[in-house]
């Protein structure tokens, strides 16, 4: 076969394989925008509502004053990256209560009015006290980066008080991310990434157990870490005289038959250590089925119902003060 033939051809094989894939991530976006492809919404979080952060501890934050619309619920950021509305001075005579978390905190698949901090700042209102209850809760975060949000971004809200609302990952030792080109800006490569992903880690409930055992080992790296970042969080709110609670939050995988209750109870025991008032949201969330509980089939954050369950387990214990 002469050279020239044979350029002709691979050129052509380029082509239609160009031609293909950008078909294929045609008909992906547009079967994508039901808004109902967990993976790709996450993917879309990232892209439209997150940034790089300066702060390598912290390694991405919400973009400030942006909103998007994710699985089909919007998500608005105000000037300091919470989700929510502008947020002014602190009145005397208020209390402000800043909640710490991740993506369950920040109320992923649930709408700004149904999350957990929206329904206690209600219910303070209609019990007629003066309390701001505000979220800082980004997704993809552990304790090491909401504590570091809160210490380098947060401090001059100047809240009477802070729930960090922990979830069983916030102990992992979490990757940078960010991912390569292709992943960043293609649809068709992050579904065959998470194809790839789901063939060789299946995410069985045995597996989920083992990986838990690991994180929580006493001489586990994000364990330790972990520690070390409330530690640091008490400092300063021994410091300045502010309050605060570890609300546990449950995964809601298995609710029947938990197998992470031993988790809860070195989170009471850590809590307790620091002189923080530990509220266990498990007893609240036991027995409920995925249907009930989940923000959609194959996504297991807590949706409206489960955030009404977690204030009115809150509730209580904030309004002691």
């Known amino acids: 076969m002469k050279f020239r033939e044979w350029s002709l051809q691979a050129f052509l094989l380029i082509v239609s394989l160009a031609v293909s894939l950008v078909a294929a991530e045609a008909v992906l976006r547009i079967k994508n925008s039901s808004g109902q492809n967990y993976d790709i919404e996450m993917w879309r979080y ?9 702060v390598q501890a912290m390694s991405h934050e919400h973009v400030v004053n942006s909103h998007a619309v994710l699985q089909n619920v919007e998500i608005r950021t105000n000037e300091l990256g919470l989700r929510g509305g502008p947020v002014g001075p602190l009145q005397i005579g208020t209390r402000r209560i800043l909640f710490l978390g991740s993506s369950i905190t920040l109320g992923w698949g649930v709408d700004e009015k149904e999350t ?37 971004r947060l401090t001059m809200l100047q809240p009477t008080d802070i729930v960090v609302h922990y979830f069983l ?3 992992e030792v ?18 065959l990434w998470q194809a790839i992903h789901r063939q060789f880690d ?38 300045h005289k502010i309050r605060i609670y570890l609300a546990m939050q449950p995964d809601v995988h298995n609710l029947t038959n938990y197998s992470f209750g031993y988790i809860h109870e070195l989170m009471e025991r850590a809590a307790g250590e620091r002189g ?11 027995g409920q089925t995925p249907s009930k509980v989940w923000a959609s089939p194959g996504d297991p954050h807590p949706n409206s119902f489960g955030h009404r369950l977690m204030a009115d387990a809150i509730y209580p214990a904030l309004k002691l003060n």
């Not at 990232?46 to 300066?54: C, I, N, P, T």
């Not at 990757?175 to 992943?183: D, H, L, M, R």
């Not at 923080?276 to 036991?286: C, K």
């Open 174 to 191: 979490l990757p940078s991310g960010g991912g390569n080109i292709f992943i960043r800006n293609s649809q068709l490569a992050v579904t």
């Open 46 to 54: 990232a892209k439209e509502l997150k940034k790089r952060s300066d």
């Open 276 to 286: 923080f008032r530990y509220i266990n949201l498990l007893p609240v969330f036991s």
């Open 202 to 239: 299946r995410p069985g409930e045995s597996i989920l157990e083992a990986h838990y055992r690991d994180v929580y080992r006493p001489d586990a790296e994000g364990y330790r870490e972990m520690l070390q970042s409330l530690d640091r969080l008490k400092a300063y709110a021994d410091s």
């Open 169 to 171: 990952r916030d102990a």
């Open 116 to 152: 957990v901090t929206s329904r206690l700042q209600d219910m303070f209102h209609k019990d007629g006290q003066a309390v701001e209850v505000l979220n800082a809760g980004i997704g993809n975060y552990n304790t090491v980066r909401y504590v570091e949000l809160f210490l380098r």
